[in-house]
């Protein structure tokens, strides 16, 4: 299985709702990243976890709260999310974060968020 | 610091005629170059990339690219090109030896190939 899922592929949220994108992948990878992406526009990167263990956080306000419950499972918790936080977010992995040459982002299709 | 570079936003070409989308980076060190691909409301798609060795790499869907060092170019190209390629194209690279997983990204360029 060389997939990375990502759920839900559209979500539609308030700005005092609080909600959660998952993503799972089944690779064996010990390396996830979320990144956010406008549209035309490079991925952005947010988070990077290894081994479950939170390793970069770029500068990311507080509305936005990693989990990685698993080496398998990545968690972005939402809550009071601004409309300029409406973007495509994606989630990546590789078998980890070694200067490894053959070490390739494999990304989900991403869950296409609108914050009204 | 690392950079990369794609001067251009848009690419046409028609269908059957060869394309290249370019890129350029800049890094500290050997870099490490990849393509990736995105079609509408998709994700990331790995194309093929550069390690070491041949500086002609070939990837998937017939896509190939050449490194050049000395021009510190990563030029993605395809001999005939498909409607299906159209497409948002991203040059990214990470640095030798990074253990960060940081990849730098292109701003990304768009290739329209009409039939």
């Known amino acids: 299985d060389t997939e990375v899922t990502q759920t839900p592929k559209h979500l539609v949220m308030g700005m005092t709702n609080k909600k959660s994108l998952k993503c799972e992948q089944h690779?064996?990878?010990?390396?996830m990243y979320w990144y956010k992406q406008k549209a035309k526009k490079p991925p952005e990167l947010m988070f990077v976890y290894s081994y479950e263990k939170l390793s970069i956080n770029e500068s990311v306000p507080s509305r936005f709260s990693p989990e990685c419950p698993n080496s398998s499972l990545l968690n972005l918790h939402l809550h009071a999310l601004q409309p300029e936080d409406s973007a495509l977010y994606l989630c990546?992995?590789?078998?980890?974060?070694?200067?490894?040459?053959?070490?390739?982002?494999?990304f989900g299709p991403g869950t296409r968020l609108t914050v009204l | 610091a690392q950079s990369v570079a794609q001067p251009e936003d848009q690419v046409n070409v028609a269908e059957g005629n060869p394309l290249t989308v370019k890129c350029t980076y800049s890094v500290s060190g050997n870099p490490y170059l990849f393509w990736y691909v995105q079609y509408p409301n998709r994700g990331l798609q790995f194309l093929l990339k550069y390690i070491t060795g041949d500086n002609l790499v070939k990837g998937s869907y017939g896509f190939e690219a050449e490194f050049n060092k000395s021009q510190t170019s990563f030029h993605l190209k395809k001999p005939s090109a498909l409607v299906s390629d159209s497409a948002l194209y991203f040059c990214?690279?990470?640095?030798?030896?990074?253990?960060?997983?940081?990849?730098?990204f292109g701003q990304g360029t768009t290739l329209q190939v009409k039939p």
């Open positions: 990546a992995s590789s078998q980890d974060l070694a200067g490894d040459p053959y070490n390739e982002q494999f």
């Open positions: 990214a690279v990470r640095e030798e030896w990074s253990n960060t997983g940081k990849l730098i």
């Open positions: 690779m064996g990878h010990r390396a």
